[in-house]
Nanobody, 126 residues
Framework: VQLQASGGGSVQTGGSLRLSCAAS????????MAWFRQDAGKEREFVAGINASGVRKYYRDSVQGRFTISRDNSENTVYLQMTRLNPDDTAVYYC????????????????????WGNGTLVTVSS
């Protein structure tokens, strides 16, 4: 299984970016997907999660209303649309997958994910 994240970059405060994560999972449509991020010197933190069908989603409080997670099961891809970015969003963003179903009602723990992609760096300047 491979997860390939892309779409990171440098933007100014208030800008937008769209991250993509392409998955080489034959049964992608059965997997829970999530985005995490990690800034230098900090622990990896949950950003957003989405259930297998794409109906149920959950976000950390600080990105609620600004970020949108979505997926295209026909393309084996999960997205993270990020708007109104601010310097606190600066981090390396990782996509992750797990086989276990997801209710979409809580944060996902990094330890519970089965597969991880490479990181893509998002830098937001003030």
């Amino acid at each position: 299984v491979q997860l390939q994240a892309s779409g990171g970059g440098s933007v100014q405060t208030g800008g937008s970016l769209r991250l993509s994560c392409a998955a080489s999972i034959r049964t992608f449509g059965t997997y829970t997907m999530a985005w995490f991020r990690q800034d230098a010197g900090k622990e990896r933190e949950f950003v957003a999660g989405i259930n297998a069908s794409g109906v149920r989603k959950y976000y950390r409080d600080s990105v609620q209303g600004r970020f949108t997670i979505s997926r295209d099961n026909s393309e084996n891809t999960v997205y993270l649309q990020m708007t109104r970015l601010n310097p606190d969003d600066t981090a390396v963003y990782y996509c992750a997958a797990r086989r276990q179903p997801y209710s979409g009602k809580h944060h996902l723990g990094a330890d519970g994910m089965d597969y991880w992609g490479n990181g893509t760096l998002v830098t937001v300047s003030s």
